[in-house]
């Protein structure tokens, strides 16, 4: 195994083509569990239409295109479950080709309200607007939204990517500068009449793709799923909190290796799906725990900790490939019968990522999985494996397989279950121990500064002597000018 000291921003480029499939006119449909299905062909929602409107990869971003103004101004948008901002550059930048030009809009209004919002990597600014946009590859018509035209920003932008604008779809409650800014996604489901659900295919997983090359890279399916796209059941488990898609994980195993940790370590200070994020990203007790379950099983065992941190890539001569070498990794989400769970899988495939273009002699590899400091994510590394369904009208999300997770005849995904949920706490999502841990952090401060006022009191009823001019209290001494600052 050689080392290849890298960059922590280098992007893994993934692509696999999605299933084509003939159109066919289809309206909305139940599966009988309320959600939308593609398969009425007397209506005209058509799904079909929706099948491959995505491009790019985990490491690039998925993107799709849109018609924004009047007259339309195209741009690629980027795919996000984990923000609510509809943002687009409204300026120029060294790393994008185009943007919107809001004075070239007949159409564009601007609010005068100033905007700001920091993501995990990179942060913009800019103004407030109102425009209508259309999809091309999306439902029919047009929306009339907020949008945030990005007059600056910093780490947003990256070398290599081919969006230039971030389509937000969480709830309102993360929407900047407050939750009254309503998000596209709603906007969508009030004016076009379509039922509050989306789902997504991102067909890049564990592949890698030509950095020249910018296949299709999967589906955004507005108003349902499209059943063309998965295989077997759709696994459903709760959403909690309608703010990121926050759901409850249960435990996490490392090949057949349960981690044992207590199940609120795996949701602190929360869980949640986010198409906007890579990697998997763990809370650091439970990243420390995984690395070290992997390094146990696997059949190499002096791996560099720069491979496990992202600091260096893992190399193998040109036609080696390491997967057989890692075990699978598990999550056990909550299902919505709450007294059990199910388990979605991800095999090495997934989570060893190939990095293109490094060597000409050597087939490179990074670690799909990091440590984080606010809470797990289930990134593009998971969700590659999978069709998710963003069913917010029953406030729940579902997994089913996706048919573009595959190399060739080798699925790199499972779903299963259903397990019973009895060997955990009844709430792992840390919810409980919330206000419990105020109370504790308000009592602690609450005797800290009965303290400070005992000592204050004492100060003020004790006679002062005057000791000479060192011993003095005076405005110059330090106790007073180091408590001002």
């Not at 490094?358 to 969700?383: E, P, W």
Request: hydrophobic share 40%.
């Amino acid at each position: 195994v050689f080392y290849l000291q890298v960059f922590l921003n280098l992007h893994c480029l993934f692509a696999c083509m999605c299933l084509l499939v003939p159109f066919t006119p289809v309206a909305l449909t139940s599966d009988g569990n309320g959600l939308s299905l593609a398969s009425d062909p007397s209506g005209t929602v058509n799904f079909l239409d929706m099948v491959n409107n995505l491009q790019g990869d985990s490491g690039r971003g998925y993107y799709i295109e849109m018609s924004i103004g009047t007259p339309g101004q195209k741009l690629n948008i980027l795919v996000d479950t984990g923000s609510s901002n509809f943002a687009v550059a409204a300026a120029p930048h060294p790393f994008i080709t185009h943007f919107f030009n809001t004075a070239l809009s007949d159409s564009y209004l601007s609010t005068g309200r100033t905007v700001a919002v920091r993501y995990t990597q990179g942060n913009w600014e800019g103004e407030l607007g109102v425009d209508g946009v259309s999809i091309p590859n999306g439902p029919n018509g047009t929306i009339i939204i907020n949008i945030a035209a990005i007059l600056s920003s910093e780490g947003f932008f990256l070398p290599g990517i081919n969006w230039q604008g971030i389509l937000g779809l969480a709830y309102p409650m993360l929407a900047r500068p407050d939750s009254s800014v309503e998000p596209f996604f709603n906007s969508v489901v009030q004016q076009l009449g379509i039922p509050d659900i989306f789902s997504l295919q991102m067909c890049g997983a564990g592949l890698s793709a030509s950095s020249t090359s910018d296949p299709a890279g999967g589906s955004l399916i507005m108003g349902g799923a499209e059943p063309s796209l998965y295989r077997g059941t759709v696994w459903y488990t709760p959403i909690l909190e309608e703010w990121y898609y926050q759901v409850e994980v249960l435990k996490l195993e490392v090949g057949d290796q349960n981690l044992d940790l207590d199940c609120r370590e795996y949701n602190m200070d929360k869980a949640i799906v986010d198409s906007g994020t890579t990697l998997l990203r763990l809370p650091v007790n439970v990243f420390n725990a995984v690395v070290e379950a992997i390094t146990r099983s696997s059949l190499i065992q002096d791996f560099s900790s720069g491979f496990w941190d992202g600091t260096k890539l893992a190399c193998w001569m040109k036609g080696e490939t390491p997967w057989r070498f890692f075990p699978k990794l598990s999550i056990y989400l909550r299902a919505t019968n709450t007294s059990q769970s199910f388990r979605i899988t991800i095999l090495p495939q997934m989570y060893i990522q190939p990095i293109t273009d490094v060597d000409g002699t050597l087939d490179c590899f990074r670690f799909g999985v990091s440590s984080s400091a606010n809470g797990l994510v289930i990134g593009a590394t998971v969700m590659e494996g999978f069709y998710v369904v963003f069913d917010r009208s029953q406030r729940r999300l579902g997994f089913a397989l996706s048919n573009c997770a595959a190399s060739g005849s080798v699925a790199l995904s499972e779903i299963a279950g259903p397990f019973s949920a009895a060997d955990v706490a009844a709430d792992c999502s840390g919810r409980t121990l919330r206000e419990p841990l105020l109370w504790v952090i308000s009592y602690t401060l609450m005797a800290v500064c009965g303290l400070v006022l005992v000592v204050l009191l004492l100060l003020l009823v004790l006679p002062c002597r005057r000791r000479g001019r060192s011993g003095e209290i005076t405005d110059e001494s330090s106790l007073v000018r180091h408590r001002i600052k």
